[in-house]
């Protein structure tokens, strides 16, 4: 069973870089794609990044061109590397399992994710 523990989140200024970490244990054939969704008061889950373990990755057309994904195989660990935020990226973040990089546009398909980490940028 994978369990997945999430870092890094804080309060920034608009303009301003966060990086997300996500420590992952355990091992489950069925969920090879990791990735991150967050959701904010009153909002649905958004699904906004996600990579395969051969590096193959996918964004969301909210984040693309300013988040970057990535994982150390070697350390097992998932990172979300934000720029150029924004009050609109406030919101809860979580680390995810799924089976694919749908997850992205449809992120009710992460089969399970840790306790999430809060992003607040103000203006």
């Known amino acids: 069973q994978e369990e997945l523990v999430e870092s890094g989140g804080g309060s920034v200024q608009s303009g301003g870089s966060l990086k997300l970490s996500c420590t992952i244990s355990?091992?489950?054939?069925?969920?090879?794609?990791k990735g991150w969704f967050r959701q904010a008061p009153g909002k649905e889950r958004e699904g906004i990044a996600a990579?395969?373990?051969?590096?193959?990755?996918r964004y969301a057309d909210s984040v693309k061109g300013r988040f970057t994904i990535s994982r150390d195989s070697a350390t097992n660990t998932l990172y979300l590397e934000m720029n150029s935020l924004s009050p609109e990226d406030t919101a809860i973040y979580y680390c995810?399992?799924?089976?694919?990089?749908?997850?992205?546009?449809?992120?009710?398909?992460?089969?399970?994710w840790g306790q999430g980490t809060q992003v607040t940028v103000s203006e």
């Open positions: 995810g399992a799924g089976p694919n990089l749908l997850v992205v546009g449809d992120p009710r398909s992460f089969r399970r």
């Open positions: 355990g091992f489950d054939s069925s969920t090879p794609v």
């Open positions: 990579i395969t373990s051969y590096g193959l990755a």
